[in-house]
């Protein structure tokens, strides 16, 4: 190793770790004050960790029916990925198996939609869950949720459908097995790998979604954690450790998710957008 | 008999060939039939809630309404409007700057530590966890805590540099005028560089490495491997990358909502912000829906600029393939 190499190598390990710094000390920072008790977060030093761990902040949040905007939450994500997944497999195998006039047409509608962003729909989106008397039900925002999501989901569906070898439904219809047999017992089971990411993906999406209960509801017990976690700093702005707390309890379900299946997880983030 | 022969033997293909066209055509029928079923709750729920209150949108703008009592058709008065409103105007040229200089930054810091984690170095996959952490997560909890970080009087920098006698540093990044874009522009760097290192990484994964080694045999050196190999390979992970930077930030709302709600003054007011504002808070339906149609437009036509003027083609075979 020449001395020029050695240079370049302490540049890149000093920018290395410098850029570890940024990207990981505010979330040590929401940790550290998480665990803090008021009292100390005024006095103590902020960038320090805190001499004891101080639970109290989470068992406050959690009885301040933090469980019920987790269930909002949870149940939002989940029927709509149950939608996602369900729905965007029927189109992406109607796409892919029964070529046509009607499914390329669709396609191609789907595909223009990949480009509308949300926030340009979400005044009549607006209207129409009000006059759909959906304001304010969980459905105002599962539904639009679905739509949103659908588009990319199909995208990512046809393109791994595509390379399922046409022999593998040969060799089933030999056994007699129908058009919608071959959906259920050959595709949906095949393409579990694509389904893992368009459910990581969209889960990810949804379950930071901000501006949908923002606009679509208005009574407190509907909220989702995103909007709970805002309302939360409204009441409590001077009881930091508290908020902070609240912020982590919001991002567990990928917290875990993270630490189980870390590549899983960040490949289901970027599916779609990386080839 | 010879002559009947021939015409049987005329005649039996071509009825066979009456008979399968038919067959075909039924079951080629039958099949877009079950296609149109198996389509249609996707797609009924993605016309009903997604491009329908898209083209609504453009509907909307033509109205004079408060979202309650019945809408007036106003013709184009609400676009002459806006382009006569500096206000609107200063939000849209703020937008505009979010967007050059969030991609500014983002772009060499997420392809630095995307080829950087591609690499061979030891420590890559710890090194690695620590970068990807922002990803966990929302942009109103990475508001959130970046509120805290910069609060003026009791936040982590303010305190920091005071006890680090950099006085100078510890300012009021959140509240005032003059910082608070600057300072927005680096929160959403900060989130969003983690998303575009992961594209950039397994863009770098991508490459044969015997592109690497054929260099390596003909005596390139570092700058000139990355200047003729990695970047013309990296050129479909830029452009992804690139629309989504732009129509991302084109599209901020969440953040910048719990950060700064647009202010201080409209020091921070994009065209997300704006458009919320209008329609939600002053009740003007038309109006906001104006500056709605302005955000797709502009995210339709950055996406079709960008594709174009690269000749990437992935749209036309994703068409084509169907």
């Known amino acids: 190793m020449g001395p020029s190499q050695m240079l370049r190598k302490f540049i890149v390990t000093v920018l290395a770790v410098f850029w570890l710094i940024v990207a990981l000390y505010p979330i040590l920072y929401l940790l550290f004050e ?3 008790s008021q009292e100390t977060y005024l006095t103590g030093l902020p960038w320090l960790p805190p001499k004891h761990l101080y639970f109290g902040n989470y068992q406050s949040v959690l009885s301040q029916g933090f469980g019920i905007y987790f269930l909002n939450s949870t149940i939002v994500a989940l029927v709509s990925l149950v939608m996602i997944i369900i729905f965007g497999m ?30 340009a729909a979400i005044i009549p989106l607006y209207l129409l869950i009000f006059r759909l008397g959906l304001y304010d039900t969980l459905w105002a925002m599962i539904l639009p949720s679905v739509a949103f999501a659908l588009p990319l989901s199909i995208l990512i569906l046809v393109n791994f459908l595509r390379d399922i070898p046409k022999e593998l439904y040969e060799a089933m219809m030999m056994e007699g097995i129908g058009t919608l047999g071959l959906l259920w017992r050959l595709a949906f089971p095949l393409s579990k790998p694509a389904l893992t990411a368009v459910g990581i993906f969209n889960f990810v999406q949804i379950w930071n979604n ?26 409590y702005t001077m009881n930091v450790p508290a908020i902070m707390a609240a912020v982590t309890l919001s991002a567990i379900p990928l917290i875990i998710a993270y630490i189980f299946g870390r590549r899983q997880l960040l490949a ?6 990386s080839k | 008999m010879q002559k009947q022969q021939t015409n049987q033997e005329l005649a039996t293909p071509v009825a066979a060939r009456y ?10 029928r039958r099949n877009q039939w079950l296609a149109l079923m198996l389509l249609s709750p996707a797609l009924i729920l993605f016309i009903m809630f997604g491009i329908g209150p898209m083209l609504g949108a453009a509907y909307l703008s033509v109205l004079k309404w408060n979202g309650l ?9 609400n676009w002459i409007a806006y382009f006569h409103d500096t206000e609107a105007l200063k939000s849209l040229w703020l937008t505009i700057e979010v967007m050059i200089f969030s991609w500014l930054i983002q772009t060499p810091i997420s392809m630095m530590v995307g080829l950087y984690l591609a690499g061979r170095q030891r420590h890559r996959s710890w090194i690695g966890t620590g970068y990807f952490l922002p990803l966990l997560l929302s942009s109103v909890a990475i508001g959130l805590l970046w509120s805290y970080i910069l609060n003026p009087n009791f936040g982590l920098v303010d305190t920091l540099m005071t006890n680090l006698h950099l006085k100078f540093l510890a300012l009021d990044w959140l509240g005032s005028p003059r910082l608070a874009l600057w300072s927005l522009v680096a929160i959403v760097s900060w989130q969003y ?26 005596g390139a050196n570092g700058w000139q491997e990355f200047w003729f190999i990695t970047l013309p390979q990296l050129k479909y992970t830029v452009v992804t990358s690139t629309v989504l930077m732009l129509t991302g930030s084109l599209t901020y709302f969440d953040l910048i909502y719990i950060l700064t709600n647009g202010g201080p003054g409209d020091a921070t007011n994009v065209l997300a912000l704006n458009m919320y504002e209008t329609a939600f ?22 996406s079709v600029v960008m594709i174009r003027l690269t000749g990437f083609k992935n749209m036309e075979s994703q068409a084509e393939g169907v």
């Open chain 2, 193 to 218: 560089i983690p998303f575009h290192s992961l594209l950039y990484q397994a863009g770098r994964r991508q490459v044969s490495e015997s592109l690497y080694e054929a260099a390596c045999l003909d």
């Open chain 1, 268 to 273: 289901g983030m970027t599916a779609g957008f």
């Open chain 2, 69 to 77: 009592g019945s809408p007036v058709f106003v013709g184009l008065s």
């Open chain 1, 210 to 235: 901000f501006l949908f209960p923002l606009v679509l509801t208005n009574n407190p017990n509907l909220q989702t954690l995103p909007l709970a976690l805002q309302h939360f700093q409204g009441q």
């Open chain 2, 19 to 28: 008979a399968r066209t038919s067959a075909s055509v039924q079951s080629q």
């Open chain 1, 34 to 36: 998480s665990f803090r």
């Open chain 1, 90 to 119: 029927m189109a992406s195998y109607a796409i892919v198996r029964l070529k046509g006039w009607v499914s390329s047409k669709v396609f191609m509608l789907f595909l223009a939609g990949l480009a509308i962003p949300i926030q």
């Open chain 2, 281 to 302: 808070n002053k009740q003007l339906m038309g109006y906001g829906s104006v500056m709605a149609v302005v955000i797709a437009v502009f995210g339709i036509l950055l």
